[in-house]
């Protein structure tokens, strides 16, 4: 297996409402689940490929629920990367090279039946987990805002998901977010579960604190 690793700031967002039940071992709120995930590699490498400042996105839908599979995905890479890099971060966004079931991108492919060819694109990302706030736009492809869950009186309101022994992350902020997509994943999310979190994972699965 080819040495690699991941460090950097993650947001997503599902139809899901705040909360996720996924994150709970529970059914999504809707039956189905159709989402989306950025993250921006503030340090990786794959073997000897370097991974640092690229972002990555990655398109999903299920039916059902994830383990219920016969999803579908599709990925974008950053149209900044190299041949090298591209390939690179396509093996590791469709669980490549990883132990098994060992980070969520591995359960993700493995639960999928389509896989749709991935795209070169301008992944506009900027993010501060803090504030809980994120703005994401890849042109011609999906448009995402991330921002505080805002309570009846209008305060901002602060919630988080801790799972120690996560496959994707030990703890994340909770927010809204408003999500819309064209393609061959559509998405047409307003004021659903949006998630910032920090990701640290290698082929062994995700690192724990």
């Known amino acids: 297996m080819i040495d690699w690793s991941i ?75 190299t041949r090298p890099q591209r390939e690179a971060l396509l093996k590791v966004l469709m669980g490549e090279e990883t132990d098994e079931a060992a980070t969520h991108w591995w359960v993700y492919r493995a639960m999928s039946t389509t896989v749709h060819p991935p795209l070169d694109k301008p992944i ?10 994120a703005q994401v736009s890849i042109p011609g492809v999906l448009e995402s805002v991330g921002r505080p869950i805002l309570g009846a009186a209008g305060q901002e309101h602060r919630v988080r998901i801790e799972i120690p022994n996560g496959i994707e992350f030990d703890r994340a902020e909770v927010a809204s977010a ?17 998630q910032f979190n920090l990701l640290r994972h290698s082929g062994r699965g995700a690192a724990h604190a």
Do not use: K, M
């Open 178 to 194: 408003s999500t819309t997509s064209v393609g061959a994943i559509w998405l047409n999310l307003e004021s659903t579960y949006g």
């Open 124 to 133: 506009i990302y900027e993010v501060d987990i803090e504030a809980r706030t």
């Open 7 to 81: 460090e950097g700031i993650e947001f997503g967002s599902c139809n899901c409402s705040y909360g996720c039940p996924c994150q709970f071992e529970a059914l999504p709120t809707h039956g189905d689940c159709r989402g989306f995930e950025v993250v921006r590699i503030d340090r990786g490498h794959f073997g000897d490929v370097r991974l640092d400042g690229l972002n990555a996105a990655l398109l999903y839908a299920w039916p059902g629920a994830i383990f219920q599979g016969g999803g579908e995905l599709q990925v974008v890479v950053d149209a900044r990367a």
